[in-house]
């Protein structure tokens, strides 16, 4: 078959990652190389961030809320994040230091901060909680004339084989030299190659003299299966094309969806903006101190914003953010319908998609050597080379295409770990995609509870309310007094 020019190879692989190694080349049809593994390491060149700051007071970085004249009124119990003193050029972070006005995080009530996270303990009330192997078959009744040549437990187990693929060996092997799959489904066919008869197997048949009807029923499946040239090697060509469309399909759908949560993180505003935010925040919280003065913050200190609470107990830092956000920035509490793909995403798998990418090209080619190989069968393969070639030219272009998508994937998948300033090869896809998920969980949790918790407060203060009313407009109904109870009213 003549070579159809191949496309330009996609980028080189970013190293580091844990992931089987590519698919193989397509050979002599025109399809690319194989694609890069998914992920992998930081361009070389990128300086590592140098080592923390020591203790000191002086503004905060990124609120304005102190100056070095200003002393701390209070001790202020800390955000334990880790912060990012060099942001990495094309990160969040980085964006913000070139735009600062565009982003500007909303400004806190310092009084407020230390009143709900003051370190000083409070004056009173409670703090919270924290088979046997081996033959056994022996020639019983009528079989006790049948000559055995294959393992008595093989010979067992094909029979049963038998009795799910429910048609005559001749017809079997005639659905698979014309590819029906609407004869025999995928069970039947990878039944099918278990039981293909070995090289060993087949010299034992071919040596025997005797009448085919003696022989058991294995054996005789096994001869009729001998009449199809490599049919192990056809019955894997045959079930490959029978799950090919949906299985380009599932892959095409799961590459899609990791690209796509990518690009949705990566061009949300409000989650920039909420960033920004906790950034302000933990600032505010750890001015003063070797955590203060921050830059960034890595990813994972998303999940911390639980832990910090407040003198009560009954707030956490994650409520203190979701009620500023609600008063100030109310149009950023919905930031996770920006992203929609990230929950679907959580459940992929780069190097489970990197190992169904192979599995692909691996098929592709084992069809191609086939084809190869059965120019020498005769007439008992020409109308299997016929349907196959037809195949193998709508499946390449279908590989082709995935290929591409594949290699896009892996450069969107590092690239949302480089955007949070993290290195791909230590904090992965499936590391950052987790831990966005985790924080929309707690995000709508808290403003949740935050609002269960102000509708308890504004019906216990209307009810409070209402008695004070009674208590200095007390019931009279004089004789020349209109009553003023809506009972009364109504009884009058």
């Not at 190879?9 to 397509?26: A, K, M, Q, V």
């Not at 992998?40 to 990128?46: A, K, L, R």
């Not at 750890?286 to 830059?295: K, M, Y």
Request: with cysteine; aromatic share 6%; hydrophobic share 35%.
């Amino acid at each position: 078959m003549p070579s159809r020019g191949a496309p330009p190879p996609p980028p080189p692989p970013f190293g580091g990652r844990n992931i089987p190694p590519p698919p193989p080349p397509l050979r002599g049809h025109g399809v690319p190389p194989s694609p890069p593994s998914l992920g992998g390491n930081v361009p070389n060149g990128t300086p590592p961030p140098p080592p923390p700051q020591g203790r000191g007071r002086g503004f905060v970085s990124r609120g304005g809320f102190t100056s070095p004249s200003t002393p701390r009124r209070a001790s202020l119990k800390p955000l334990h994040w880790i912060k990012v003193t060099r942001a990495v050029k094309g990160s969040l972070w980085a964006e913000a230091q070139m735009y600062d006005e565009a982003i500007k995080p909303p400004e806190f009530d310092m009084s407020e901060l230390e009143n709900l996270f003051s370190a000083a303990m409070p004056t009173s009330g409670h703090g919270g909680s924290g088979e046997r192997p081996g033959g056994r078959r022996t020639a019983r009744g009528a079989k006790s004339d049948r000559v055995h040549l294959i393992d008595l437990k093989r010979a067992h187990n094909c029979e049963i084989m038998l009795t799910k693929v429910k048609m005559p060996m001749p017809d079997v092997m005639s659905a698979v030299l014309v590819l029906d799959d609407t004869v025999l489904d995928i069970d039947q066919v990878e039944n099918l190659i278990k039981f293909c008869p070995t090289k060993e197997e087949m010299d034992l048949l071919r040596g025997y003299n005797g009448e085919t009807e003696n022989l058991g029923k294995c054996e005789q499946v096994f001869l009729e299966m001998m009449k199809v040239p490599r049919v192990e090697s056809k019955l894997t060509v045959f079930a490959f094309k029978s799950q090919f469309i949906s299985q380009v399909s599932d892959l095409r759908k799961s590459l899609n969806i990791v690209k796509y949560a990518s690009q949705e993180v990566r061009e949300s505003i409000k989650l920039r903006r909420i960033m920004q935010t906790i950034l302000s925040l933990g600032n505010a919280l750890n001015q003063g101190t070797a955590r203060g003065s921050a830059i960034g913050f890595r990813l994972d200190s998303l999940l911390k914003l639980i832990d910090t609470r407040a003198r009560n107990n009954k707030m956490t830092l994650m409520h203190y953010l979701c009620k500023v956000l609600a008063e100030k920035l109310p149009e950023l509490l919905d930031f996770n319908k920006d992203l929609a793909h990230l929950e679907a995403a959580s459940k992929r798998q780069l190097k489970t998609l990197a190992e169904e990418m192979q599995a692909v090209s691996k098929g592709i080619e084992k069809v191609e050597q086939e084809l190869t190989a059965s120019e020498n069968d005769g007439p008992v393969s020409d109308g299997f080379r016929k349907l196959l070639k037809g195949f193998l030219v709508d499946a390449e272009a279908d590989v082709k295409s995935l290929t591409y998508l594949y290699s896009e994937v892996g450069r969107s998948a590092d690239a949302l770990a480089l955007f949070f300033g993290e290195d791909p090869a230590r904090c992965p896809f499936e590391q950052v995609v987790s831990t966005l998920l985790n924080f929309v969980t707690m995000f709508r949790r808290a403003h949740e509870e935050n609002i269960k918790q102000a509708e308890l407060e504004r019906k216990k203060a209307e009810k409070e309310a209402e008695k004070e009313r009674m208590k200095l407009s007390p019931l009279r109904i004089d004789a020349g007094e209109q009553p003023s109870s809506p009972l009364i009213r109504k009884l009058k």
